[in-house]
């Protein structure tokens, strides 16, 4: 039996480290972007099941994207773990309000 479950915990173990990667919705607001390095660090608000709010870089591959970015846009991104890398996708910039520049 506890053979059994040594393999059983074995096959697991294989089985998260090749699943596709997972995706979770991320809202926050910029802090600052990198383009030397292709990250932008985001204020975020609590993943349920993953993460609670904080402070964070994320790597982006997109330069276009991170050019448009800048310190106090509020986003929604998809946060792309595939273990041990993470990295954001579909950052969305939120309108900013009227008058609030
Ligand atoms: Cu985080």
Request: aromatic share 4%; with cysteine; glycine share 4%.
């Amino acid at each position: 039996m506890l053979k059994v479950c040594t393999v059983t915990a074995a096959l697991l173990t294989v089985l998260a480290l090749t699943s596709c990667a997972k995706r979770y919705p991320l809202t926050g607001t910029v802090v600052s972007v990198d383009l030397a390095a292709s990250t932008v660090t985001v204020k975020h608000s609590e993943i349920p099941g993953y993460m609670k709010a904080m402070t964070m870089t994320f790597p982006v591959k997109d330069k276009a994207v991170l050019r448009s970015l800048s310190p106090g846009d509020e986003i929604t991104a998809d946060l792309v773990v595939s273990r041990p890398e993470y990295r954001l996708e579909n950052i969305r910039k939120k309108p900013r309000p009227a008058g609030n520049k």
